[in-house]
C-alpha cells in the first residue's frame, strides 16, 4: 500500500489553465506538506496543515490554493497557471511535524510542465 | 527562508570509497534529518539525529552534528553504485521542516 500518493504523476498544461493535484496518504498522520522542487532541485516548503488546519504558508502567490477536506487529504488547486510554475510537486505527511523528531514521507512527485 | 544548505552540490566517487556530504543550517535546532532522493522519485528518511547528540550510526552512514558551528555531515561508507542519488539534510521547527537543494552522489561501478 502506498503511503502517500498523489495524483496526477504527470501534467501537460497550457498557460494560464486552472489545475490541481490531489494528494491522500493513509498513515494517519496529523500533518500534511506541499514542496516545490525546482529544476536545481531546490526543495522549498509552500504550506503544511495540521489536522485541517493552514500552519505554514510561504509566501505563495495567491494562485495556489490548498485544500484539505480531511486530514488525510491535502489536494493543491493552481490557478491561471505560469511557465514559471513548472516543477515537481511533492506531496509529504508526518506524524505532528517532522521538527518535533517525525520522519516526513514523501509521495512520488507530480510532474508539472506548462507550456 | 531556506534552512538547510548542502555542500557540496555533487559528488563523485568510485564504488567501495566513503563520501562525506556536509549541511550547514541557520537558526537553533532540536533535531536534523538526512533524506535521499532517488532520481524521479520522492524522498525517503535516512537518519535523524538530536540537538544533544554528537553522532548516530545506521548501518554504513555515519552522521554527526556540531551544534556549535550549525552544521552536519553524512558519511557513507564503502559506498555502492546502488548509494547514487540527492542526499538532502531537513531542519526546522514542528511543521515548518525545511531541505536545501541536497548533493547529487554518483558512486561509478
Known amino acids: 500500500d502506498t503511503a502517500v500518493s498523489q495524483t496526477p504523476k504527470y501534467l501537460v498544461t497550457q498557460m494560464g489553465n486552472d489545475k490541481s493535484i490531489k494528494c491522500e496518504q493513509n498513515?494517519?498522520?496529523?500533518?500534511m506538506y506541499w514542496y516545490k522542487q525546482d529544476s536545481k532541485k531546490f526543495l522549498k516548503i509552500m504550506f503544511s496543515?495540521?489536522?485541517?488546519?493552514?500552519?505554514i504558508n510561504e509566501t505563495v502567490p495567491n494562485r495556489f490554493s490548498p485544500k484539505s477536506p480531511d486530514k488525510a487529504h491535502l489536494n493543491l488547486h493552481i490557478n491561471s497557471l505560469e511557465l514559471g510554475d513548472s516543477a515537481v510537486y511533492f506531496c509529504a505527511s508526518s506524524q505532528r511535524g517532522g521538527g518535533s523528531g517525525n520522519t516526513i514521507y514523501f509521495g512520488e512527485g507530480s510532474w508539472l510542465t506548462v507550456v | 527562508s531556506q534552512q538547510g544548505e548542502e555542500d557540496p552540490q555533487a559528488l563523485s566517487i568510485q564504488e567501495g570509497e566513503n563520501a562525506t556530504m556536509n549541511c550547514s543550517y541557520k537558526t537553533s535546532i532540536n533535531n536534523l534529518q538526512w533524506y535521499r532522493q532517488n532520481s524521479g522519485r520522492g524522498l525517503v528518511h535516512l537518519i535523524l539525529?538530536?540537538?544533544?547528540?554528537r553522532e548516530k550510526h545506521s548501518g554504513r552512514l555515519r552522521v554527526t552534528l556540531d551544534t556549535s558551528k550549525k552544521s552536519s555531515s553524512l558519511l557513507i561508507t564503502a559506498s555502492r553504485a546502488a548509494d547514487t542519488a540527492s542526499y538532502f539534510c531537513a531542519t526546522g521547527s514542528n511543521n515548518d521542516m525545511r531541505f536545501g537543494a541536497g548533493t547529487r552522489l554518483t558512486v561509478k561501478p
Open positions: 498513515l494517519g498522520h496529523d500533518t
Open positions: 496543515y495540521n489536522n485541517k488546519e493552514l500552519i
Open positions: 539525529i538530536r540537538s544533544n547528540e
